[in-house]
């Protein structure tokens, strides 16, 4: 399956997509998405998505990368003229900038937040904090935590929303997204546990690279399971966003 870069954005096309899935990876990960995340997005365009998906380096400006995200996503849709149905899909880091979006997600029809997480800088840097004070390195990510939570639970929309947990995930705070998306008026959001952990999703299929048809079978199978399972909640869907 070839991809295709335009501008910024990683693009995965399928012979007739039906709807659009815009991509953002968790940190680091995030950089090379279309290598990273390589077998999960194609499994995905084998469902009939088409994948955009935008690289990141991550820096403490989270609430700038958000826009830097958006306008990228937002210019392709509108040079290529693409009127389908959008769906914003985050890993990790990917979540929160997804959710950060200018647009507070009006212009998706739904998202899906994968093994979300909304640590301090402290807690996602090892020795931030003596390293911080003695550079005088930024002490905190912007939007901080609690500040995120706060601009989360006031979003406008998308009125769709699925959470997918995965069960030995030990840095998921899926159940804090969770409390804030069910304060939303109207909101329809779903949590689904799957097999795997945090770094489930990224899983680049090195071995399907330079081996040829050496697989991980296993694996692909449970990244083939979580792309149905994105494709299916997608679909059941449907009546709420007519």
Same mark, same amino acid.
């Given at each position: 399956m070839s991809w295709q870069q335009l501008d910024d954005i990683w693009i995965s096309r399928p012979s007739n997509p039906k709807a659009l899935l815009q991509f953002i990876g968790g940190s680091g990960l995030g950089a090379t998405p279309q290598l990273s995340y390589r077998r999960l997005l194609e499994a995905l365009t084998k469902q009939g998505w088409l994948v955009h998906c935008w690289p990141f380096v991550p820096n403490f400006?989270?609430? #700038?990368? =958000? /826009?830097? @995200?958006? +306008?990228?996503? +937002?210019?392709?849709?509108?040079?290529? *003229?693409?009127?389908?149905?959008?769906?914003r899909v985050g890993h990790s880091m990917g979540c929160k900038l997804h959710l950060l979006a200018p647009d507070q997600g009006r212009g998706c029809k739904g998202q899906v937040h994968m093994s979300f997480n909304n640590f301090s800088a402290e807690r996602s840097i090892p020795l931030f904090s003596e390293l911080a004070p003695r550079f005088g390195i930024v002490s905190e990510f912007s939007p901080a935590p609690a500040e995120t939570l706060e601009i989360i639970s006031k979003i406008l929309g998308p009125k769709q929303q699925l959470i997918i947990k995965f069960r030995d995930d030990q840095l998921d705070q899926s159940q804090i997204l969770y409390s804030c998306l069910?304060?939303?008026? !109207? !909101?329809? /959001?779903?949590?689904? *546990?799957? @097999?795997?952990?945090?770094?489930?999703?990224?899983? =680049?299929?090195? +071995?399907?690279? #330079?081996?040829?048809?050496?697989?991980?079978g296993a694996r692909q199978r449970e990244l083939n399971r979580l792309a149905v399972s994105i494709t299916e909640w997608w679909n059941s869907q449907a009546s709420l966003r007519n």
């Open positions: 400006d989270h609430q #700038f990368l =958000a /826009v830097e @995200a958006w +306008r990228s996503f +937002r210019k392709i849709q509108q040079k290529q *003229e693409i009127k389908l149905p959008c769906l069910k304060k939303l008026d !109207n !909101n329809s /959001v779903k949590q689904l *546990e799957l @097999a795997g952990d945090h770094l489930t999703p990224a899983s =680049a299929g090195l +071995r399907q690279q #330079f081996f040829g048809g050496i697989t991980d």
